[in-house]
């Protein structure tokens, strides 16, 4: 037996469906005997030995996945290997993987381990036209990285999912060309009435007693909201991570697909406008930053993958405890800030409230106790180590760090028209006082209804080196997002100090960080501070309070803020003056008025 003893190496995913691409990973499943079992022999054995190689580097199990996978980069080459053990003492090496026979005797995490081999084979052999069939996948892949919404993990497209529902489309236009079927791709899937379930075939039932898809049988497949049915036994729903959010998020870029194709099929626009890429910090004036912190390099790689795929659980979380009225968008690319000394990266979901919703006044999207139910399920990794933290907090789309951005900075946004800074220059003239002033922008309506409470921020420490401002981060696990009423000496103080305090480098880093938002204000219509942003900004430009433009769009403040409270000051104590000013000009015009009653009537009675 010892002689005999083999296994088979198989490629699925992209790879094996021909529509790779440079960097992709290269999925790999390994076929083995019985007598070499998953657990023991493929985690810890296996694992021993490709830490021993050289050419092994970022070595990641993840035993506990739904299906079991050993991730690695060989040579610069990322790896995803899987392993299953068929019921043989010898594995054959012209196994046919598609014959349902080698499902016998076998666990669930192996039928799906072996699934993706046989799902790409059946993929293949349904199309009309393979050439066809992969050059319109490569294009929609790139269109939906671009789009981003490639991403299985976070309840978007991945792969799998991509391909059958290009596959469908091929099946419905089989003598289409690849053009045409990008075209109809988006005509189809905007139309399409979910949750009826795509599929390439018709499900298979089998003796073998392994679950299939099958709404009218099992309760849990009802809940699907997006089905899109493997072809290969058993038959599986391969998009059960779609959401309600992240339905509406690729409805959304679906619509927006079939509104360029049907510009590009009138001459109107060309093929480029279908690629521009998706502007994700500028979709949203919400959000919330999933900070992951680890002692090292390695920690971190597996701390954030455990979490990334729990990101998932927390848009369901929120949809749950909202009843649906608040939505999250899941941003599926993680970034690192390289000024940071410890070993940290960062995710973001948008926050969107639901289309339709009728904002009543009072109410209140809060999402604490959903956040604390969050973090303490992701504490419960089984690999946790000492230094692995996560931290969630709520930031402004004007308080997103600027490592997030592609050139290192926020990209400029339009200014307002400056006559809106000279009203707010001119009170004297106008005779507008301060309060007045707040008011308007108190009543001033959010533009998605999502205010936030951050008055109940608690602040939270990372286990980073001291001096590291990232250490500052403020955990949301006792905020919420509310719809509520702020005072007005709290909101003006919140209009010029946040925006004072975003210009120079080192306030910078003080507004990456919720702690400066906390400070600020206790609540603030997201709306209006938006609206605020070019007045508070162009007012410091103009009166030159230690305010310089710099080439990169940025602003920086030379007097690291004490001019942004002197000039708070100035304000308000202006404002003063104004409605004394007032007050005594009305008493004058009483005082007056009552002098010529008194001579009329003096002159009547004489």
């Keep these: 037996m010892v002689e005999d003893a083999n296994a088979v190496i198989l490629t699925f995913g992209s790879y094996r469906l021909g529509v790779h691409g440079p960097g992709a990973d290269l999925d790999t499943l390994c076929i083995g005997p019985s007598y070499v079992n998953r657990e023991e022999d493929f985690f810890y054995t296996l694992h021993d030995i490709l830490a021993n190689i050289e050419e092994v580097t970022e070595l990641q199990p993840i035993p506990d996945a739904h299906v079991p996978v050993m991730k690695f980069k060989f040579d610069g080459i990322s790896i995803d290997l899987l392993y299953a053990s068929i019921s043989r003492l010898i594995v054959p090496e012209d196994l046919d993987i598609s014959d349902v026979s080698v499902l016998h005797n076998v666990d669930e995490p192996t039928v799906r381990s072996l699934n993706g081999c046989r799902v790409a084979d059946q993929i293949l052999k349904l199309v009309p036209n393979v050439e066809h069939f992969r050059t319109t996948l490569r294009c929609l892949k790139f269109w939906a990285k671009r789009r981003g919404i490639y991403s299985n993990v976070t309840g978007f497209l991945g792969g799998v999912n991509l391909a059958l529902l290009v596959a469908r489309v091929c099946q419905f236009y ?5 053009s045409m079927l990008v075209s109809r791709f988006f005509r189809v899937y905007t139309q399409w009435r979910w949750p009826t379930p795509v599929m390439l075939c018709p499900i298979e039932e089998n003796d073998l007693g392994f679950p299939v898809w099958h709404p009218g049988k099992n309760p849990r497949d009802r809940s699907h909201h997006m089905p899109i049915i493997t ?11 779609v959401s309600m959010s992240t339905l509406r998020v690729m409805m959304e870029q679906f619509q927006y697909g079939n509104k360029i194709c049907g510009e590009i099929e009138l001459s109107k626009d060309c093929w480029k406008a279908l690629f521009e890429k998706y502007s994700f910090f500028e979709s949203y004036k919400n959000y919330l930053q999933v900070d992951v912190v680890a002692a090292d390099a390695d920690d971190l790689r597996s701390w954030k993958g455990w979490v990334e795929s729990r990101l998932r659980q927390l848009t369901l979380m929120i949809e749950r405890d909202t009843f649906g009225k608040l939505q999250c968008h899941p941003y599926h690319h993680e970034f690192v800030d390289t000024s940071r000394q410890c070993a940290h990266c960062a995710f973001f979901m948008g926050l969107h409230r639901k289309e339709g919703e009728v904002v009543q006044e009072g109410q209140q999207f809060d999402i604490r106790g959903t956040v604390e139910e969050f973090r303490h399920s992701v504490n419960m990794y089984m690999f946790w180590k000492p230094g692995m933290e996560i931290y969630v907090s709520h930031v402004r789309r004007r308080q997103i760090p600027c490592y997030v951005f592609p050139d290192g900075y926020k990209r400029s946004r339009p200014s307002r028209p400056t006559s ?36 109940a921020i608690v602040k ?15 955990s949301l696990g006792t905020g919420g997002l509310s719809v509520e009423a702020v005072s007005d000496s709290q909101e003006l103080r919140s209009v010029e100090c946040n925006h004072l305090s975003n210009s120079g480098q080192d306030d910078l880093d003080r507004t990456e960080s919720p702690e400066a938002a906390s400070n600020s204000s206790v609540i603030t219509s997201v709306g209006s501070s ?13 009166n030159s309070r230690g305010v310089e433009m710099m080439n990169n769009g940025r602003f920086e403040d030379t007097t690291y803020g004490n001019d942004s409270v002197t000039l708070v000051k100035n304000i308000v104590a202006s404002g003063n003056e104004v409605f004394q000013h007032e007050l005594q000009q009305q008493l004058q015009v009483l005082v007056f008025n009552f002098f010529l009653i008194f001579c009329y009537l003096f002159l009547f009675f004489n």
Aim: include cysteine.
């Design 530 to 542: 938006e609206d605020i942003v070019s007045v508070s900004v162009a007012g410091c430009v103009e």
């Design 174 to 178: 089989p003598k289409a060309v690849p």
């Design 231 to 241: 072809p290969a036994y058993p038959c599986m729903n391969s998009s059960y991570n």
């Design 460 to 474: 939270r420490q990372y286990a980073c080196p001291p001096g590291d401002r990232l250490a500052r981060r403020n």
């Design 420 to 455: 809106q800074f000279e009203n707010c220059k001119s009170f004297h003239n106008n005779e507008v006082s301060v309060t007045e002033h707040v008011e308007r922008i108190r009543k001033r309506k959010n533009n998605d209804g999502v205010d936030v409470r951050e008055d």
